[in-house]
Structure formats: structure tokens, C-alpha cells
């Protein structure tokens, strides 16, 4: 579906929810009416199908009779039986990706117009923008990259501090009969800083019983300090207190790893600094089946809000 498409069909929900109701609830009333939907094809297409199968066998059996004009009749029977599951299977695969298109475009948009329209300056978003490995390498977290799924990159002002913003997962190369788990999915944060300091720190604070998407790129980096939730790599014999604040890793470890956030990982270098966030599905994914996770999301926002305020120094 074309983006200009969307974005008129979307400015036409916009005015449907000028009234001040909370987002959740818009969330909620858009993700029932697109699952009630689903659910009605579904059942139209099981209903079709047993049809269909019934057709058959009369088509079938009017085929193979020795009556010539049963014989005729049962091949435009199958003839008519082949057009109509065409035209059907067209006109069903073409409708529901575009209503499902224009409900994901909507629901990111209320969803990122609660997260950064009234604390961010500037704020810009391109849909058709991806983030590739390469914009990841810098960091120096993960290595083996294969391939990047991204979307909802976000570009904004914080106190006169660039933030680049995505929801973005990091893919092993594939392997032949065995499933590979990512190497990241959640939220990232990218912003430059006025460090000065050779070298680089990794930072990674873990759930020790649940230790998901950990750094893989830290081979050149020792072991400076480590603790049952949390580990920090930079070079030998460096002080990260110094370069980074005494308060820094305090700062981190304030975060709440739970059933959502499964850890996080940030690097900093002299001039840049980012910030990766590990989430479970129902944080990341756009809610369908199962209702929005309003708590989950809002908890999401005060921690991408906490670190961008602790990489811009505050």
C-alpha cells in the first residue's frame, strides 16, 4: 500500500479521535475493531471452504457421469468453482494487509505521540526510514550482525541534544535446521556527547536469572568491575567513574528489569553514546490478539525517558 495512501486514511481516523480520550483506549478500540474483523474473515473463509469441498464433489461427480450434458454442466461448474475462489482469494488478500497497514501506522503513531510529542523538541519521523548494521558497529556491542529489522526511527531535540530513536532487532546469520535466537529486539538510543577519552565503555546490566541479548562484542575490552546484575568492560586499568561520573552505573541500575525490560546495554566512546534496551513481545510487538499493554509501554517510556536524560549528562 502506498505511504500516501495511509496517511490519508489516517488523517481520516485522526478526526474520528479529536475528543480527549485517553490513548490507551484509542489503542484498545482500533485493536478490537481490526481483530473483529480478522475473526469474521476467518470465519467467512472456514465457511467458504467446506463449500468449496461440497462443490467439489458435485462438480466431481457430474464430471464423471455418462450423461453428456452433466458432463458439460460439471465443467463450467468447475470453471465458475475456479474463478470465484481466484477472485475471492485477490479481493481478500488485497483488503485486509491494507487495513492492517493503516491500523499499524496509526497505533505507532498514537504510541509515539504519547512517548515523545510533549518532552522532546523537533521531533521527526520518516516511515519509510530502516537503520542498517553498519549504523550499529560503532557502538561496539554487537558483533556477527547478519541482517536488521527496524521501524518507528525517531529523530529528536533533548535540551539542545540530538536523540536518535528506534525500535529495532539484530539477527544472527541462519543456521540449517536449528533455530537461532536474535541477537537483540528492543528499543535503541543514540545521541553524541562531549566525552573525551580513549577507548570505549560497555555497560550491562543483566537479570541474572534471565539473561537475554548481552553484549557479544567485548573481546578487546577486560573486565572492570562486576556484580550478579551487572558487568562493565572497558580498557585496562581505565576509570569509568571518572570518565562517566560516579553517579553513572547507580544511575542505571535504577531501571527495573522485570517481565517487560530483560536488560540493558550501553556504550559510550568520546562523542557517542548509546543505549540498547531488551523487551519482551509485549512491549515490542503492535497489539492484536491480546489486549495493549498499557502498563508495560508506560514503564517502557519512563526508561527510554531516564536514559536519554542520563546520556545527555543530567
Excluded at 500500500?1 to 480527549?20: H, P, V
Excluded at 493503516?102 to 498514537?110: D, F, I, L, P, R
Excluded at 529495532?168 to 529486539?185: E, Y
Amino acid at each position: 500500500m502506498e505511504e500516501k495512501d495511509i496517511k490519508e486514511n489516517m488523517e481520516g481516523l485522526q478526526e474520528e479521535n479529536q475528543a480527549d480520550r485517553p490513548y490507551q483506549s484509542i489503542v484498545e478500540e482500533k485493536r478490537q475493531e481490526l481483530f473483529k474483523a480478522y475473526s469474521t474473515q476467518r470465519r467467512i473463509s472456514n465457511i467458504l471452504m467446506i463449500v468449496i469441498l461440497i462443490a467439489i464433489v458435485g462438480v466431481m461427480f457430474l464430471i464423471m457421469n455418462n450423461n453428456q450434458v452433466l458432463k458439460i454442466i460439471g465443467y463450467v461448474g468447475a470453471g465458475l468453482l475456479l474463478v470465484g475462489m481466484f477472485l475471492y482469494y485477490f479481493l481478500s488478500r488485497k483488503g485486509f494487509p491494507k487495513k492492517t497497514k493503516e491500523y499499524m501506522a496509526y497505533v505507532t503513531q498514537v504510541l509515539r505521540d504519547r512517548q515523545f510529542k510533549d518532552t522532546y523538541d523537533d521531533v521527526k519521523y520518516t516511515p519509510e526510514e530502516k537503520m542498517a548494521a553498519s549504523d550499529f558497529a560503532g557502538d561496539g556491542v554487537y558483533k556477527d550482525v547478519a541482517m536488521t529489522n527496524s521501524r518507528n526511527i525517531v529523530r529528536m531535540e533533548y535540551k539542545g541534544h540530538h536523540v536518535t530513536y528506534g525500535e529495532v532487532a539484530l539477527l544472527r546469520p541462519a543456521q540449517k535446521r536449528q533455530q537461532v535466537p536474535p541477537l537483540f529486539v528492543g528499543k535503541y538510543i543514540a545521541m553524541p556527547n562531549e566525552l573525551e577519552f580513549e577507548g570505549r565503555f560497555v555497560i550491562a546490566y543483566k537479570n541474572p536469572k534471565q539473561p537475554y541479548d548481552l553484549p557479544n562484542n567485548v573481546d578487546d575490552l577486560v573486565v572492570l568491575e562486576e556484580k550478579e546484575d551487572l558487568v562493565v568492560y572497558g580498557p585496562q586499568d581505565a576509570d569509568f567513574r571518572k570518565v562517566l561520573g560516579a553517579s553513572f552505573i547507580n544511575e542505571v541500575r535504577r531501571l527495573r528489569l522485570d517481565n517487560h525490560l530483560f536488560n540493558v546495554n550501553v556504550a559510550v566512546w568520546g562523542g557517542h553514546s548509546a543505549a540498547y534496551l531488551s523487551y519482551d513481545d509485549g512491549v515490542m510487538a503492535i497489539p492484536f490478539e491480546k489486549p495493549f499493554d498499557y502498563e508495560g509501554f508506560e514503564q517502557s517510556c519512563k526508561d527510554v525517558d531516564a536514559l536519554i536524560r542520563l546520556l545527555a549528562g543530567e
